[in-house]
């Protein structure tokens, strides 16, 4: 049966540093958590001119994943755990935090040299408490890697993470995490699959859609679906992007603040304080 809309949050400037801007519909004032699900913010699309130096400074990051899918541009990935990465238009990556380290992020040098438009999307994946301390892991995940799923003509949405449509993503999390993201020509649409019990999101990237022949949603909203029956419909109304999002609930506390999402409160309090003694380390972009 098909799955209601129980939210449509619009995503809204935040300033996530003086110089960089994101759209955030997650979390929202009407919506906070989809434990897993904890940010998603859209940067861009951001005309970068030759010389440019813009790029976040090192900073520190505890107890989640931060997971980046490249729709236009370079992005640059530094840690202090030893990952020194690219990726570029279509690749995506997941730097799981895990006990805490350091990153830098943004365009390559290539795109800060000769310029260029950078776009990107960054979610927020929570891990589960047991797992919060793990060591620090990443791994980058191809364009061409990224299998297609729901194929048919006109439509083109690659599995990143997770299991979906028989197929298997690059990357994979503590517990299931699904996201597909891709285009949907005009006209087209497509059958959504989704497990009852999930959380299940799709965030509009570009273009217009109506969501199970009824409800017109634009682009930079972010639909949440009741986690009762297991199927929605997109149409596209004009050439569209969207990113789709499915996962198993983590029924666990949630305390998010800044860089670190943690359980309680004091856990995050622990956290600006090794951050301030130096236990997170150094790092060197």
């Known amino acids: 049966m098909k799955k209601a809309i129980e939210h449509i949050l619009h995503g809204k400037e935040k300033h996530i540093t003086d110089e960089e801007t994101v759209l955030q519909p997650l979390p929202h004032i009407e919506f906070r958590f989809a434990n897993p699900f904890i940010v998603l913010h859209h940067a861009g699309p951001k005309v970068i001119l030759p010389g440019s130096k813009s790029r976040i400074y090192p900073h520190p990051h505890r107890g989640f994943s931060p997971v980046t899918f490249i729709i236009q541009g370079e992005g640059f990935h530094k840690d202090n755990a030893g990952h020194d990465e690219t990726v570029k238009e279509g690749d995506a990556q997941w730097m799981f935090a895990g006990k805490g380290l350091l990153h830098s992020e943004g365009p390559t040098d290539h795109i800060l040299n000769t310029g260029g438009i950078q776009e990107f999307i960054q979610i927020w994946v929570n891990a589960p408490k047991a797992n919060k301390w793990d060591e620090p892991f990443y791994k980058a995940a191809r364009k061409a890697e990224q299998p297609q799923v729901l194929e048919q003509e006109g439509v083109s949405l690659r599995l990143v993470s997770g299991n979906y449509d028989g197929k298997t993503g690059v990357l994979q999390s503590f517990t299931p995490v699904i996201s597909v993201i891709g285009e949907i020509s005009e ?99």
């Open 187 to 285: 006209g087209k649409e497509v059958r959504f699959s989704a497990t009852p019990g999930y959380w299940t999101l799709l965030y509009i990237i570009a273009g217009d859609v109506v969501i199970n022949g009824e409800q017109e949603v634009e682009m930079h909203n972010l639909i949440v679906f009741e986690k009762g029956n297991d199927e929605f419909a997109v149409k596209a109304k004009k050439d569209t992007k969207v990113l789709f999002l499915s996962a198993e609930p983590i029924d666990e506390p949630v305390a998010a603040k800044d860089n670190f999402v943690m359980n309680t409160p004091e856990e995050i309090e622990q956290a600006f304080a090794d951050y301030k003694n130096g236990v997170f380390g150094t790092l060197d972009y």
